[in-house]
């Protein structure tokens, strides 16, 4: 007893505090839940995704909720990384938090430009990079469903920056450690993992899809088992950092996503629920240490036992 | 935040309403909402919008050991309001709010039409509350609600509103009470008898002011009306939330500029002139 629990964990350079941090897409810019939640006890805020030039997204309606999770289709609507850079970065350089900027492109080329914009800027400490977009200029397969354009994709983005870089791997695939390696052979730093699961929705009354997009994208606590399945298969076929997402709502859930081989996890849509989510599974991770004499939270990183 | 369940009784047919109590200060607006989760589990997930029916301030005050109260105002259309009918006396429930933009009661109004389609009573009980506590050169301001409903049994809190002093007029799609057809044939039939007018925003003067809840396309046939007219018209929409925060970016409407708002921060009051009605 008296021992200082250290739960700090270290991301392909970047320094965490905690090994929780906010999903893309799920806080906003930060600002949004200011009221409700203090940025300082969350390590690093991954901020809504950010594209060269501002995007409108989809038409609603946008979202539906389905059981113990929901469907959306956004459709990356976004401000642009000017205006990110610009209007809500210094606001967030206030906080004692990291930002970590995640971005995705039409292009390999668009992929890039985001890229030069954002590696001299201060603030950001990291990238995370979607690569579940299309790819316009070739035949509109997702860069994420493709070992080859996911190769080409994160090394033409690596040439250009020297922040760390995360790619955000899509589930959405046959073989998901593939593409995992595909990242890493092309110099991604870290791994996150999983991006919504592709879904659909139906009226029974009117025959219609519940998204305007027709399919969405799945999260929430129905996806869950699926993720942490994932997630253990990446940790063992790569060797990089490993962050871990999809349906954390516990510390239970963070805990089990660890144990499989994650260095830290992002919590989403459980934000929606409860903007004070990640302050509570902070405080469960360090009872759950405290209660089992581990005194450090890496001790636990993939320690299943198989 | 938690708030307590003090009770919480069906009103008639699929319509109930929950008063509930809270520590400290919430600084509701009319129009305003919060984000409730029904329960602790994961299905259903997400927290429900619901707006304020009625804001109750603490009696005896805060300093004096008071609670401040609320009503919300539902109709059990699923699993989410189910299970909230059947929430209990000292139920205790994590709300997120308030949230959102309210209704602005203009300080030149001496006349107020509230429109109300259907579950859009909802707010406009906390409104009326609000209008018949101001004055304008020191007269109250006339009230005027309308309630659109598809049959007399879906009338809601009409002595509520008749005890707050509002004048009240009743339309019934199948005609089983007061006028045949909606709130939008009686708004028409009000401005073809009785000329309401905003003042113009320069040269002063008093005049009247629109307030509607209610579907879609109600919503925007009196928007039409009234910037026909050039009354000021403001409009709850209700569109489904995931975070009612500004966050997630699911309850999008489309605005003039061109651009997607939040109805959950932006709104979910808007002046009628700021959405794109044809995009709706």
Redesign the interface.
Known sequence: MGDVISLSVNIAGINLKNPVMVAS????YGE??V??VDLNIISAIVV?GLSITPR??NP??????T????L?S?GL?NIGIDSFINEKLPFLKKYNTKVIANFFGDSIDEYCEVVKRVDSVDGIHGLEMNISCPNKQEGWLEFGTNPDLTFRVVSAVRKHTKLPLIVKLSPNVTDVTIIAKAAADAGADAISLINTLSGMAIDIKTRKPKLANIVGGLS???IKPVALRMVWQVAKSVKLPIIGIGGI?TYEDALEFMIAGASAVQVG?A?????NVSEKIIHGIESYCEQNGINDINKIVGSVII | MQVVVLENKRVIGSYFKMRLSYDGVLNALPGQFIMM?VNNS??????RPMSFHRIISPNPSLEKGGRGKFEILYQVVGKGTGIMSGLKEGDKI?I?GPLGRGFLIPDWMDRAIIIAGGMGVAPMMALTEEISRHEVKKSKISISVFMGVKTKDDILCREDFERIGAEVYVSTEDGSLGKKGTCVDLLKELMTNTPLFSPPSEGGGCGGAIFACGPQGMLKAIAGIAMDKKILCQVSLD???????????????KVKSQ??ACVC?EGPVFDAGEINWEML
Do not use: H, W
């Open positions: 897409g799920t806080f906003g949004e839940y009221p409700y809504k409108e997204g609603p309606p946008r979202i539906v909720e059981s113990a999770g929901m959306n956004i609507q929430g606590p129905s709502m849509t934000n929606f629920i409860d903007p | 989760k994961y299905d259903p997930l997400l927290s994590d997120l569109k489904r939330m995931a975070c009612g925060t500004g966050a997630c970016l699911g309850c999008v409407i651009k997607y921060k």
